[in-house]
């Protein structure tokens, strides 16, 4: 089944306590962004890659980290999470067609991160 | 300005009604146009994309795009209760990144 699968689906985590969020997708998608989710403020994005070692930082960047080594997997990094980071966390992925038209984002099942 | 607006709603129509949705843009650009469903504390899941203006149909469901007007629309037909979600629209511009709006908040009353 094609997917994108995020792990853990909930974290509950103290401040400053290194921690990441694993995201995979089996679809050989090029694209994978992450987007973090706060009510009121809509989803928001964080970080995008275009491809393998390609990220770049999206509206939200701050306090967070990517690394693309493989294409499959695009984990996100809190260094010292603090508690404004609580919220709920959405990865991604997309394919790009010949033309470079997006055929639409899969998300994955999202991370409900809870920092105190 | 935001780059995307939506209607935050809520929406309420009975069951059988259509629902409209609306969406407006920013940059003009823009070339690919999403609507997204997302039930509560549910990942958001792609329901309709549209590239050109006119319509474009898919089951009960029907986008409409207007690039001059800059204007999205979705029409959901025969509106049922388990249509009661948040709908997002989103955008892909100039960045080619894309970007959401706040979402419309749609209840179908059986």
């Known amino acids: 089944e094609a997917q994108v699968t995020q792990n853990p689906r909930y974290l509950i985590t103290v401040t400053g306590k290194k921690l990441t969020v694993t995201c995979s997708q089996n679809?050989?998608?090029?694209?994978m962004s992450w987007y973090r989710q706060d009510p009121g403020l809509g989803l928001r994005q964080i970080y995008y890659?275009?491809?393998?070692?390609?990220?770049d930082k999206g509206d939200v960047p701050e306090g967070y980290k990517v690394s693309r080594k493989e294409k499959r997997n695009f984990p996100l990094i809190l260094e010292s999470p603090s508690p404004n980071q609580t919220s709920l966390y959405f990865c991604?992925?997309?394919?790009?067609?010949?033309?470079?038209?997006?055929?639409?984002?899969?998300f994955g099942s999202g991370t409900r991160l809870t920092v105190v | 300005q935001k780059e995307v607006e939506q209607n935050s709603g809520p929406l309420s129509v009975p069951e059988g009604a259509i629902a409209s949705l609306n969406c407006t843009y920013s940059?003009?650009?823009?070339?690919?146009f999403f609507w997204y469903r997302q039930y509560s504390g549910k990942s958001p899941e792609l329901i309709m994309s549209?590239?050109?203006?006119g319509d474009k149909e898919d089951g009960r469901f029907t986008a409409q795009l207007n690039k001059a007007s800059q204007y999205v629309s979705l029409l959901i037909r025969d509106s049922q209760p388990s249509d009661s979600a948040t709908y997002l629209c989103?955008?892909?511009?100039?960045?080619?990144?894309?970007?959401f709006g706040s979402g419309t908040q749609l209840t179908v009353l059986p």
């Open positions: 991604a992925s997309s394919l790009f067609g010949a033309d470079r038209t997006n055929y639409g984002y899969t």
């Open positions: 679809m050989n998608h090029e694209y």
């Open positions: 890659s275009m491809n393998v070692e390609v990220t």
């Open positions: 940059d003009r650009v823009s070339q690919s």
């Open positions: 549209i590239y050109s203006n």
């Open positions: 989103a955008v892909i511009g100039s960045a080619r990144q894309l970007t």
